[in-house]
């Protein structure tokens, strides 16, 4: 107890996972019947992660990738109590879709080590050549947030243009041949008339 405590709460500092537990506050009256209200409240102690990281994988540095390479990136929050509960957003945007989790991890003190995968084609997430990623590991109601700035690689991004163009503008032009091939054949054949 310190002074900021009152006879209407109390304040506890430095409090450790041992803190936890079931606190009692006890009322008593006056005599001569000194009456007693009891109440009794469950405190958890929570551990936020020591430690919350992005890491791309396999691992890229600088973070650049291409149009037919798959982004492949983990968040690991370590240490927490109890587990984590880990989110991705993507340039702002809450992304639940594309995400995958592998088993967490419990110490011997009951800190959990938790990681999951968030993957995708480019050019998908990618404005202007970059993606901005955070990873929001929740405890308790506490936010730990990491961040990762990924890129696509221009030229990568330049031959993906062109093939999407390319492939765009020799669609009228193949139509305009099987037309122009469907008019002249029935110019050039004869239509069968029956003879008597």
Not at 23 to 42: D, H, L, N
Not at 71 to 79: E, K
Not at 133 to 158: F, R
Request: proline residues 7%; charged residues 20%; contains cysteine.
């Amino acid at each position: 107890m310190v002074d900021e405590s009152t006879e209407r709460s109390v304040v506890l500092q430095n409090v450790s996972e041992e803190t936890s537990g079931i606190f009692k506050c006890e009322v008593m009256g006056e005599g001569p019947s000194f009456r007693t209200a009891v109440e009794t409240k469950a405190m958890n102690v929570v551990v936020t992660p020591k430690l919350v990281e992005i890491h791309t994988r396999p691992f890229h540095e600088p973070p650049v990738f291409h149009i037919g390479e798959r982004v492949s990136l983990n968040c690991t929050a370590t240490g927490a109590k109890p587990r984590a509960h880990l989110a991705w957003h993507v340039n702002g945007q809450p992304v639940k879709e594309h995400v995958s989790r592998y088993p967490d991890f419990e110490d011997q003190r009951g800190r959990v080590t938790s990681t999951v995968r968030i993957s995708w084609d480019p050019p998908a997430y990618f404005i202007k050549g970059v993606a901005h990623v955070e990873c929001h590991a929740l405890v308790g109601g506490h936010n730990t947030t990491a961040t990762k700035k990924i890129y696509l690689d221009p030229a990568s991004s330049a031959a993906f243009n062109h093939q999407y163009a390319s492939a765009g503008c020799q669609l009228p032009t193949t139509w305009a041949m099987l037309s122009l091939a469907s008019f002249l054949l029935a110019r050039l054949l004869p239509i069968g008339r029956h003879r008597p």
